[in-house]
């Protein structure tokens, strides 16, 4: 993507952004782009690092390690987002390269990242991921099993910064989103993280402070 074009499709989401916010009488900078560049290889992210874009989600492990040392040497200031899910044996090195993690969804994962973050004395924020929608194949938390997951987190001292959620596909995403504000609200959490590239700007409305995009700043997936 030439740089012309990623500046412009950044400006484009900021501007959506901004707008939302501003209709829900929200300060825009209350709210943190989350640029995904999952599958996306170094010439197509370089574009955004020009344009100005610092805060990246990446959903593996591996795939984040062997793209972002090299793309952080040449570009400082640069927070990594952990957007997927994440097996407990790759904890540690999860620990090591985010900055941020969205898929706290496990007693088993509070454990092992809790280990983590004591042995390199690093703690990337933490975002208890919660099934919104119930739906059995996707990752996340039950509804009914977040007030023990966040009382287990917290005991175990990982910075719980947030709840995350990906609504079910293909229908109206706002009351989901909405679910996820009061269930951050009756915990004392304050931290949203809701909204891709379909609907981002109905989830800054609705209080996220944290948008993850990526079909929209890189086009399409291959
Ligand atoms: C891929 C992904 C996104 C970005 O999705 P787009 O529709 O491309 O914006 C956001 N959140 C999660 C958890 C993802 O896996």
Not at 96 to 121: E, K, T, Y
Not at 167 to 194: Q, W
């Amino acid at each position: 993507m030439p740089i012309d074009d990623a500046s412009t499709r950044l400006a484009e989401v900021r501007e959506k952004i901004a707008r939302a916010a501003r209709i829900a009488g929200r300060a825009p900078d209350a709210i943190e782009l989350i640029a995904v560049s999952k599958t996306h290889d170094a010439v197509a992210i370089r574009p955004l690092l020009a344009a100005g874009q610092r805060v990246f989600g990446e959903n593996r492990v591996q795939e984040a390690a062997a793209k972002w040392p090299e793309l952080r040497e040449t570009t400082s200031g640069v927070a990594l987002h952990l957007i997927g899910q994440l097996q407990s044996n790759k904890a540690e090195e999860a620990v090591a390269l985010f900055d941020a993690i969205h898929a706290v969804d496990r007693p088993s994962l509070v454990g092992a990242l809790a280990r983590a973050m004591d042995r390199a004395d690093r703690r990337p924020a933490c975002f208890v991921q919660v099934n919104i929608g119930d739906e059995p194949q996707k990752g996340g938390c039950l509804v009914a099993d977040l007030p023990a997951l966040l009382a287990e987190a917290r005991s175990a001292e990982l910075p719980v910064a947030g709840l995350m959620c990906i609504p079910p596909a293909d229908i109206e995403p706002a009351p989901y989103f909405a679910l996820l504000a009061r269930l951050a609200r009756d915990h004392g959490v304050t931290g949203l993280s809701m909204g891709m590239s379909g609907d981002y700007e109905t989830a800054v409305t609705i209080g996220a402070t944290h948008v993850r995009v990526g079909t929209a700043l890189f086009g399409e997936r291959a």
